[in-house]
DNA sequence: GGCGTTGTTCGATGAATATCGAATGACCGT
DNA sequence: ACGGTCATTCGATATTCATCGAACAACGCC
């Protein structure tokens, strides 16, 4: 974990980088659970992979642009990117219209 | 090159998939060439890779389901399939709208 | 039939990716 | 300060990917 995580500057992402980090299956189902509701819990995903391996695909989505890291004690809490939506407007609810992962909880 | 391409069914092309083939630079490159005009010819991309290379980027849009290919004698002709709008609306204009490379010929 | 044009396929290679378990670090209670 | 929870990092591995050159295949044309 970290005292302060990273985050890319949203005119530095490019849109391949997003369209990558969209691609995985995982990946799209995390940031479509995220658009459907608030902000969550990290481990609040029930994702079908070991701790490591969900913190890899964090890191991917943080780099992206597509999502913020936040402290929140010894928890945290992962967000959409409103700005996302300034860069790359429509983008991010035209995939999410179109992806069949609308996973719950 | 091949007397019959194959051409995945629409029906089975999936989200992440299209989102992986548009997610590398030349490839958007050569779809946003694509949609701005008409289809064309193979060699008519002015890629900066090899042949080789080149084919290799076509078969990823053509098993994406983004492209067909076609014969025209010895040539290849290359067009974006309809059908896709289809299978996921809005995707590839929303794609395309935002992409930076507006390339011409 | 032979030749040039046009793509494809076949290794080969180096880089990136997805995955895991183990070790580590940060924080909060007690 | 100690232990527990939570997430990251590290090393390892297996897979995929982008790239090239060389060899090959299909076609049209002479």
């Known amino acids: 974990m970290q ?14 980088e997003v ?13 479509a659970a995220l658009a459907a509701g608030e902000e969550r819990g990290w481990g609040e995903f029930d994702a079908p992979v070991a701790p490591s391996t969900l913190s890899h695909h964090m890191k991917v989505l ?9 402290r929140d004690g010894t928890r945290c809490i ?3 990117r ?3 939506e300034e860069r790359f407007p429509g983008l991010l ?3 999410l219209r179109l992806a069949p ?4 909880a």
């Open 82 to 84: 409103p700005e996302l």
């Open 101 to 104: 992962e609308k996973m719950g």
């Open 19 to 31: 369209l990558h980090a969209l691609s995985d299956p995982l990946r799209l189902r995390i940031v």
């Open 3 to 16: 005292e302060h995580y990273p985050h890319p500057e949203m005119k530095t992402v490019q849109l391949a």
């Open 62 to 70: 943080r780099q992206a642009g597509l999502v913020t890291h936040r």
């Open 78 to 80: 992962v967000a959409l």
């Open 93 to 95: 609810g035209t995939v």
